[in-house]
């Protein structure tokens, strides 16, 4: 069966669902349009001018990538700058790009869970703990008689996404005892008398980002003149999506036996290690990308090494003076294990939905440093 992006972004939205990504992040459609068809889909960690060109030349339709084009506002496009001539050759040539990046690092199965997994550790427990406050339940009250329309408003938000899951509400019934009028203004009531109306409670859960937003259209929509709703901070345990993962070896090793693991499993040429390198480790935090922002959450585990990339020298000092290990393998190297895994996850996806798509992993992306 002929295939869309649309219908490609449907199936990425199951292998890490935009809901999961950091509220600073971009990710999602960055060029092309819904309805155009896809034969064959590139999976690559950047949209490169390079890689983008290719993906031209090589008539693909679609190009997955996990870093972003477009991070930050744009405020001009210039051809001749990396950004604008990638966006110019995809336009040209009519293939879009399209970026999971923080939705899959979190995602369960994502590229957290795989590294993890690629070096060995087991019983993983989400490392980045901050996330336990960024969900609220969202309660809001109307009248019975509006609850069909209320619930096409709620459809315009990014409510009740959680996880794996979207599109999520609990409803029930109950009575509205109050000295107001109602919103109706069809029933009088005499001074001090209470009125009762059937009115529905809408419970959902809302990301912290999109919260002040959605209140704000909620009270442009519906009918009350004042909108009644209650906000609940929401305390999650053991959620198994989020940044970082913690888990434990297969058998303890010292921070240099580790190490070496590691570098045989990734097939690298070189790590950098700080630390006693006699450390024992039997449990391990770790970090695809640039692990740095997480220090605090891997001081706060009983995770005795962290790996990751683009750590700093203050990391290891840090690290150092709390008799823990860091493994620094690079950003590269802890990124670009999604181009295969991806590949074959979507593909198999695909298949399984019977969409006639070619997916392929892009061979053509080399670590930009090289050590001498």
């Given amino acids: ?36 068809p896809v034969k064959t889909v590139w999976i690559a960690l950047d949209p490169s001018p390079d890689i983008v060109a290719a993906a031209c030349q090589k008539k693909v339709n679609l190009l997955i990538t996990h870093h972003p084009l477009i991070f930050r506002a744009l405020k001009s496009v210039h051809f001749d700058s990396p950004a604008g001539s990638a966006i110019f050759m995809a336009a040209k040539h009519r293939v879009a790009i399209f970026a999971a990046h923080t939705n899959y690092d979190n995602a369960v199965e994502g590229l957290n869970d795989t590294l993890a997994r690629r070096i060995g550790l087991s019983n993983l427990k989400v490392l980045d703990t901050s996330g336990n406050s960024q969900i609220y ?27 794996q899951h979207s599109d999520g509400a609990f409803i029930s019934v109950g009575k509205d005892a109050t000295n107001l009028e109602p919103f109706t203004a069809t029933v009088r009531k005499s001074a001090g008398e209470f009125l009762q109306a059937d009115t529905i409670r809408f419970e959902t859960l809302v990301h912290h980002g999109d919260l002040n937003g959605i209140i704000e259209h909620l009270k442009r929509c519906q009918p009350y003149k004042t909108m009644a709703y209650d906000i609940y901070p929401l305390v999650r345990s053991n959620r198994k999506w989020g940044l970082g993962r913690v888990g434990e070896l297969a058998k303890s090793a010292d921070l240099r036996s580790f190490a070496m693991h590691i570098k045989k499993k990734l097939g690298l040429a070189t790590v950098k290690i700080a630390g006693d390198l006699s450390l024992p480790i039997n449990k391990a935090a770790v970090c695809t990308g640039s692990g740095s922002s997480l220090m605090k959450y891997f001081f706060d585990s009983e995770a005795q090494v962290f790996v990751s990339g683009d750590l700093r020298y203050h990391d290891a000092k840090d690290a150092v003076s709390a008799n823990r290990g860091l493994i620094d393998i690079g950003h590269f190297a802890s990124e670009h294990l999604i181009v295969d895994i991806l590949a074959e996850r979507l593909s198999r996806l695909l298949t399984d939905k019977g969409l006639n798509v070619k997916v392929e992993a892009c061979k053509l992306e080399r670590d930009p440093f090289v050590i001498i």
Avoid at 138 to 148: M, R
């Fill in 1 to 36: 069966m002929p295939a869309s992006v649309a219908d490609i972004i449907n199936v990425m939205g199951v292998i890490a669902p935009v809901s999961l990504a950091e509220d600073w992040d971009n990710v999602g459609l960055q060029v092309g349009q819904m309805e155009w």
């Fill in 137 to 163: 339940k969202l309660v809001v009250y109307v009248p019975a008689e509006f609850v069909h329309e209320f619930i096409k408003i709620l459809n315009e938000t990014q409510v009740g996404n959680y996880g």
